[in-house]
T-cell receptor, first 113, second 111 residues
Framework: DTGVSQDPRHKITKRGQNVTFRCDPI?????LYWYRQTLGQGPEFLTY????????KSRLLSDRFSAERPKGSFSTLEIQRTEQGDSAMYLC???????????FGQGTRLTVV | GQQLNQSPQSMFIQEGEDVSMNCTSS?????WLWYKQDPGEGPVLLIA?????ELTSNGRLTAQFGITRKDSFLNISASIPSDVGIYFC???????????FGTGTKLQVIP
């Protein structure tokens, strides 16, 4: 078990470009979460999957954001037409069936210039 | 988005001192979690609490689940330089797994 893995660790993009991040959860964890964290703040919930089903999306997740987990394993988070306000750390976490403890990856730091 | 209130917001302490921080919420939670985050890294789970009034230790760390279910406390005894970081509380309501995070307490330890 290598923990939650996120790729890339860092991404710099120009405003208006699309970006996609990947998260590989801990194996056999059926729940997967995406959070966003800006400087000086705690992580804020974006969306949550149980297996391949996306069960909740935060109002923070505008229509430029889309998340998928097609086979119930890894997940992707895509941001279209990035804006400077999208600059943040994007964190992925997973938890086991029936588990209440969420384990986080190292995050993807996005900088929009 | 909704966040829990943590205090203090930041603290400087001398190595060897004990540290206390707390977290309050307007909502009831059935699980309280405490995480530590180093710069540029994801949060690392320190302690999980599942029952009102529960007191749980992990080495020099002790956390308590408040009896009102609206607060939690974390104590660090005999602080060392590697305790430096940001400590976040997080709460989970019963029957649903979304974790709501606190505003964080930044701890700095002076050797």
């Amino acid at each position: 078990d290598t923990g939650v893995s996120q790729d890339p660790r860092h991404k710099i993009t120009k405003r208006g470009q699309n970006v996609t991040f990947r998260c590989d959860p801990i194996s056999e964890h059926n729940r997967l979460y995406w959070y966003r964290q800006t400087l000086g703040q705690g992580p804020e919930f974006l969306t949550y999957f149980q297996n391949e089903a996306q069960l909740e999306k935060s109002r923070l997740l505008s229509d430029r954001f889309s998340a998928e987990r097609p086979k119930g394993s890894f997940s992707t988070l895509e941001i279209q037409r990035t804006e400077q306000g999208d600059s943040a750390m994007y964190l992925c976490a997973s938890s086991s069936p029936g588990g209440t403890e969420a384990f986080f990856g190292q995050g993807t730091r996005l900088t929009v210039v | 988005g909704q966040q829990l209130n943590q205090s203090p917001q930041s603290m400087f302490i001398q190595e060897g001192e004990d540290v206390s921080m707390n977290c309050t919420s307007s909502s009831i939670f059935n699980t309280w979690l405490w995480y530590k985050q180093d710069p540029g890294e994801g949060p690392v789970l320190l302690i999980a609490l599942y029952k009102a009034g529960e007191l749980t230790s992990n080495g020099r760390l002790t956390a308590q689940f408040g009896i009102t279910r609206k607060d939690s406390f974390l104590n660090i005894s005999a602080s060392i330089p590697s305790d430096v970081g940001i400590y976040f509380c997080a709460g989970q309501p019963g029957g649903y797994q979304k974790v709501t995070f606190g505003t964080g307490t930044k701890l700095q330890v002076i050797p």
